[in-house]
Nanobody, 114 residues
């Protein structure tokens, strides 16, 4: 059974940083891509970022509002993805989810406030 277990998150002040991790287990398939999404209170889930490695088109892709502030990476050997969030803003407050191969992480809270 495939599981995506998220860690990290929590609270930060505006301008601060947080890092989310997402570890994939229960599969022998290589984890070469991972998506990140978020859902703010009262809003729909939205795309945040995508990391692709070792495939054509490899790189990071970002929603415009997080470009230059967030970065994604993958440790393929560990089947773990990361979302580094810098220069956080209050509007980044949301539950963040990772996604791999149509499987979702459990979601993790990120709160940005002073």
């Amino acid at each position: 059974q495939v599981q995506l277990i998220q860690s990290g998150g929590g609270s930060a002040q505006p301008g601060g940083s947080l890092r989310l991790s997402c570890a994939v287990s229960g599969t022998d398939i290589s984890v070469n891509a991972m998506g990140w999404y978020r859902q703010a209170p009262g809003k729909e889930r939205e795309f945040v970022a995508l990391c692709i490695q070792d495939f054509p088109g490899a790189g990071g892709y970002y929603q415009d509002s997080v470009k230059g502030r967030f970065s994604v990476s993958l440790e393929i050997a560990k089947k773990t993805g990361y979302l580094q969030m810098d220069s956080l803003k209050p509007e980044d407050t949301a539950v963040y989810y990772c996604n791999w191969n149509n499987n979702w992480g459990q979601g993790i809270d990120v709160t940005v406030s002073s």
